[in-house]
């Protein structure tokens, strides 16, 4: 059994599916992230979890108690939202004992727990003020204290740093997971960053058309993604349209050269049309490196992305990516050159695409 | 800088004489109850004196009070629950509130009149019922100001996530209502009480055709108006300064509302 279970989960507006067949296990003390495109159901899948929408199929258990049909008062679960929806009436400290004085705690027991969530969030002394005369990044750890104060079963989080500035973002997002560390707390973290969800979580849930596409560790997700959308979405795009030449070798033909994969390609017959993806940081030029498989390409544009540089190449009909590390003694093509790339056979993923034959990896 | 052309202030200079000729006239006309060469205040004592204006006085008043306390219960939460969960019924509630600027205040009495003074609802006979009538008449004369200013109070905060906030922290509707919805309105709902203030004080038709006699401030006014000419003024004027000391009140307690805007999107 695990903590957080949800089981065929769908959610219909209308005729609209916003969520279809979602299902999870999340153990106890694991931060797991829900990354997606705007619209494809992590919100509606946070707030069913929440109480705030009700499930059109499937159930929710969470510590083995099936709380599909609980009001969201009863649910146990802090929740942080984008807007932090802090409350602007009340002092810092009266929001944070917010749920404590529903509870119905004592004056005492309510201020010892107010002044230990200020301490966690860094904000002790700031007790008195009022939620506008705060910064940003300072509301939402208010915000995150609020919800923590009630030791919440599970945290869910929607989006909520960004509405914060870049640094802000990153420096407080180190301290929500150190946080949840410390209080061994169960969290879902909604978000369409992905090095947001790839640095914070245990695991990923990427999702896309309401549907889940791939769950895993941020290392399985960004290293063997398993659908063209994955790979597309986590981590720069590159994709080359390729066909098999031989399965057995693990041939493959991109613009009329041949290349390899070393991944198993049965099921597959000589002709087949296939989507593959290659990382830009695993491409270099040939010279530099010599691995198995090498392309010719033209170089059809250089940026500059501080500490690396990303060069786009051209074969044929596919234009993509290649990173190259940034150094002072970095020499570089110029646009329109024809150069030499390598990759090895490993960095050749073949993608199992919607119209798949059912490939699994 | 740009120079501030003659028009603009031409139209100034109207727009002043136009709201302030009346008002001098009138102030000038309730100081020359004595004679027509000297000023005198005998208009305002006579008035204040006077047992008639303090017992429509205080009951207007009264009557204003427990308006502002019916108005504020119904059309709150209802506007609250609008705005959370039927957004697409916004137009349809706003158009009901402003029914009664569309139907005239004498349609609504005779309506009134006729269902409440036979059975099953005689209301009419007993002096309990007539002040019951006449209280929800004027709360539905200022239905369109307090719904505007609750709603404009409710599209200034983040209703539904405010909602949910709460919620998730286990709070149930009347603490939602009472302790995180109602205290962040203070600047709406004071508005709307103090414009429903005025409202009712100066009310003449529905007073006057549900009370017996004369009960209430309106008519008496109306009363003085035809008995007393210099009383009269003064009696303007006084009202005046009420409201106006209204008005002043809502920007003062308007100002100082912390966390009206900031913070809470
Ligand atoms: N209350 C609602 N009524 C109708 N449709 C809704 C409602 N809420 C969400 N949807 C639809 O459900 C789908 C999923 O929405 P959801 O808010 O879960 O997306 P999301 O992944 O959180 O996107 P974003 O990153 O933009 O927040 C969308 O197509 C949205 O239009
Ligand atoms: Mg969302």
Known sequence: ?361 | MKRFPIFGWLIIVLGILYFFTPLVGTLEWSLRIVSRDSFSLNAYTNVLMSERFQRTFGFSFIAALATIVVSVLLVAPTAYWVHLKLPRLRPWVEFVTLLTFVVPAIVLVFGIVRVYSRPPFSLMETEWGTNFLVIMGYTALSLPYTYRAVDTGLRAIDVRTLTEAAQSLGAGWGTIIFRVIFPNLRVALLSGAFLTFAVVMGEFTISNFILPGIVSFGPYMVNLNQTRPYEAAAVAIISFGLTWTSIGVIQLLGRGAPGQLAGTR
Do not use: W
């Not at chain 1, 693990?250 to 290659?278: H, P, R, W, Y």
């Not at chain 1, 992305?305 to 970095?330: A, C, H, K, T, W």
């Open chain 1, 1 to 361: 059994m695990s903590f957080l279970e949800l089981t065929n989960v769908r959610k219909l507006f209308g005729q609209v599916a916003a969520v279809e067949n979602f299902n999870l296990h999340v153990e106890r003390g694991e931060f797991v992230s829900f990354l997606g495109p705007s619209g494809c159901g992590k919100t509606t899948t946070l707030r069913m979890i929440a109480g705030f929408e009700l499930p059109t199929d499937g159930t929710i258990r969470v510590n083995n108690k099936d709380i599909t049909f609980q009001p969201p008062q009863k649910r146990d679960t802090g929740m942080v939202f984008q807007s932090y929806a802090l409350f602007p009436n009340m002092t810092v400290a009266d929001n944070v004992g917010f749920g404590l004085m529903i509870a119905k705690k004592s004056k005492a027991e309510i201020k010892q727990r107010v002044d230990e969530m200020l301490g966690i969030i860094k904000m002790f002394g700031l007790g008195n003020r009022y939620p506008y005369q705060l910064s940003g990044g300072q509301q939402q750890r208010v915000a995150l204290a609020r919800a923590l104060a009630i030791r919440p079963q599970v945290l869910l989080l929607d989006e909520p740093l960004s509405a914060l500035d870049a640094k802000i973002r990153i420096s407080l997002r180190a301290e929500i997971r150190a946080i949840q560390r410390q209080l061994g707390i169960t969290t879902i973290y909604v978000t369409h960053d992905q090095e947001e969800a790839l640095s914070l979580s245990d695991r990923v849930v990427v999702m896309n058309n309401a549907k889940i596409e791939q769950v895993g560790t941020p290392f399985e997700i960004y290293n063997f993604p398993q659908t063209e959308f994955t790979a597309q979405f986590v981590g720069t795009l590159n994709t080359l349209q390729a066909q098999v030449r031989d399965a057995a070798r693990g041939a493959l033909v991109v613009d009329g050269q041949e290349i390899s994969t070393a991944q198993k390609l049965d099921g597959f017959n000589a002709g087949d049309a296939v989507t593959i993806s290659l990382r830009p940081e695993r491409v270099a030029f040939y010279g530099e490196l010599q691995k198995s498989n090498v392309l010719n390409v033209t170089i059809q544009n250089i940026t500059f992305l501080g500490s690396i540089v990303r060069i786009q190449v051209r074969s044929g009909e596919n234009i993509f990516y290649m990173d190259e590390f940034n150094n002072p003694f970095l020499a570089l093509p110029k646009i329109g050159d024809q150069q030499q790339i390598t990759f090895s056979r490993e960095a050749v993923l073949v993608l199992k695409s919607g119209d798949a034959r059912g490939k699994t990896f």
